[in-house]
């Protein structure tokens, strides 16, 4: 029997794995810490980890995994930026769920759109107190405005298409078009000074880092709407602060934020928060943070553990894994239909 150490475990994980682990003949301990340096012993003598988005896979962690016998990494997730690819390979193999339901990331991108610019949050908490004024929640119709998509893969697109039905004009950028998508390509600056709306949905690279900072923000329209549902440090959130005192930026709706990995996903409620920008963020009448939780859906959840579960069986079964990566993926031996090494 195949035995996975899952860390960072929440109440609405385990039905859907509990579901498949024992058609499969897998036996599951659920953790409910994050994956770390002083976490990771924890796994010693599994053969697999289950980890998800704010776990640190770092270089040490790996080698303590790799000493305690795990030899397979399963991220029940799409991102992969907490991962050092580099340690692992050769060591442990690493797979993902690289499509668990775009619609649900894109959709509660769309619905952060729309409670930003028509003040729904501010709305919600007026009217829990029966204060029924309408003073400050004039919105602007999304009607004939432009979007600017950062990013058209399986989710952008998706994003793309839902925006289209609202008659925007869709600018894009992505450095990788696509050929079949029916949108205005143009250089990330250009969407910067056109777009009413910018969204992000490209993943975190060297390249991404901080991709919106003080002099894309200088760029941008007076009152641009900025949406991030994909990783927080896609946004230099000092910059994102700075434009929202000068009131350049309109409004900002975050499901990321770039230092959540120790926040989102835990009651804070009772904690005195030591990150300033987040408390001053969230502060704001006009920023709207949700907590990483644009992919919970009841059918994502359902893929990310049918996916999840698909691989490490796969695993224990000694077969070729379709969602393994490595960081030499263009070169490794998955191009022949062998595991990445
Ligand atoms: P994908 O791989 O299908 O598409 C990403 C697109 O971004 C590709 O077309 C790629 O060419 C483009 N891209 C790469 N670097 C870029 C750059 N520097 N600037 C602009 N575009 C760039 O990925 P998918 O499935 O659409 O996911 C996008 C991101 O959404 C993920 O990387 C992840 O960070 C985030 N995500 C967030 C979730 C949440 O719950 N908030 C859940 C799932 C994903």
Do not use: W
Request: glycine content about 6%; aromatic content about 10%.
């Amino acid at each position: 029997m195949i035995t996975t150490a899952f860390f960072d475990t929440k109440p609405y994980d385990r039905p859907h794995f509990d579901a498949l682990a024992s058609a499969l003949g897998v036996s599951i301990t659920y953790f409910e810490s994050k994956l770390n340096e002083k976490t990771a012993t924890l796994a010693r003598g599994f053969d697999v980890v289950c980890a998800f988005v704010n776990d640190t896979i770092s270089e040490r962690v790996i080698d303590t995994l790799y000493e305690g016998g795990v030899r397979l990494i399963a991220m029940r997730c799409a991102g992969y930026n907490n991962i050092d690819f580099k340690a692992a390979y050769g060591k442990i193999h690493i797979v993902r769920v690289p499509a668990y339901s775009p619609h649900a990331v894109a959709e509660h991108a769309v619905a952060l759109l729309l409670s930003a610019v028509r003040h729904i949050h501010k709305s919600y908490a007026r009217t829990r107190e029966f204060n029924f004024s309408l003073t400050g929640l004039v919105g602007f119709d999304l009607y004939g405005k432009t979007v600017g998509v950062v990013g058209t893969g399986k989710i952008g697109r998706v994003f793309c298409d839902i925006c289209r039905g609202f008659g925007m004009r869709v600018l894009a950028y992505d450095p990788y078009p696509a050929a079949d998508l029916d949108v205005e390509y143009c250089s990330f600056e250009a969407l910067c000074r056109e777009s009413d709306v910018i969204s992000l949905h490209c993943p975190l690279t060297e390249e991404s880092l901080h991709l919106i900072d003080r002099a894309s923000i200088a760029l941008m329209k007076e009152g641009v709407v900025i949406i991030n549902t994909s990783r927080g440090a896609l946004i230099d959130s000092h910059a994102l602060l700075e434009g929202i005192r000068s009131r350049k930026i309109g409004s900002a709706a975050l499901d990321v934020y770039e230092e959540e990995a120790e926040l989102f996903y835990e009651d804070q409620s009772a904690t005195i928060l030591s990150d300033d920008v987040l408390m001053l963020l969230i502060s704001m009448p006009n920023v709207l943070v949700t907590s990483h939780q644009a992919f919970l859906t009841e059918e994502a959840l359902s893929n990310i553990a049918e996916t999840t579960m698909a691989s490490i069986d796969a695993f224990g079964r000694g077969a070729f894994m379709e969602h393994e990566i490595c960081y030499r993926c263009d070169h490794c031996h998955k191009r022949e239909g062998a595991r990445c090494f």
